[in-house]
């Protein structure tokens, strides 16, 4: 089954840095990752079907800050189309608040959930992108933070249970699901994991290609 995208849809793309891609300072408010290469090819293929394409995606963002945001910045621009990627900022260095509290993967399934129920029933198409993780070799730059391999392998240990709720999630609302962490592994096993993420988490140029080829084969 495909999402079947009609002339004058509104399609919304939200969720952390890896949606974002410095959308505020684009012309088109779209940025320079996957979104805007969906557009390009989509505009490319259907000029007789034009579509509104937006994107608020927020780096660093987290569910609960999409919660906090979900009415003004997605519900009010009544998308007929929602497709979210979230969780990465949810895990590892980010799962530890000033307080050291980290981010259950209930309470993490809890608030994802929170954001697809007024969606449900209303003819709004669900598209929900895993977080995913690259097994990037050696240290890397993690925000101000040099980040070893080790440490990397327990934000998978977190991160796992996490991309599990979101499968759950779209088997429950009917979602379509873009298997993000299974493509760019077995991506990554021909080409090494840096080609498509210098940190492992967000992409190269040739990781948001695979992004927006992936989100395409969705949609009708």
Known sequence: MTITVRPGSTVMFTGDSITDCQRLASEDGLGFGYPLRVAGEWGLRHPERP????????????????E?????????????????????????????????????????????DRLLAPLAGTGTELILIEPFLLPIHGTVEAGAALVG???????????????????????EYGAHLLAADGMFAELAA?????????????PTPAGHAALAAAWLRLVA
């Open 190 to 202: 021909t080409t090494g994991p840096e080609y498509w993420s210098t940190d492992g988490v967000h």
């Open 68 to 112: 906090a945001r979900w009415q003004a910045d997605v519900l009010d621009a009544r998308p007929d189309v929602v497709s979210i990627l979230v969780g990465v900022n949810d895990m590892g260095w980010h799962s530890l608040d000033p307080e050291g509290h980290v981010i259950p993967a209930e309470e993490f399934e809890a608030g994802y």
């Open 149 to 171: 391999e080790e440490e990397r392998k327990q934000w998978r240990a977190d991160l796992d249970p996490k991309i599990r709720a979101v499968r759950r999630l779209a088997r």
């Open 51 to 66: 579509v509104t394409w937006l994107n608020t995606g927020i780096g660093g963002n987290k569910v609960m800050d999409l």
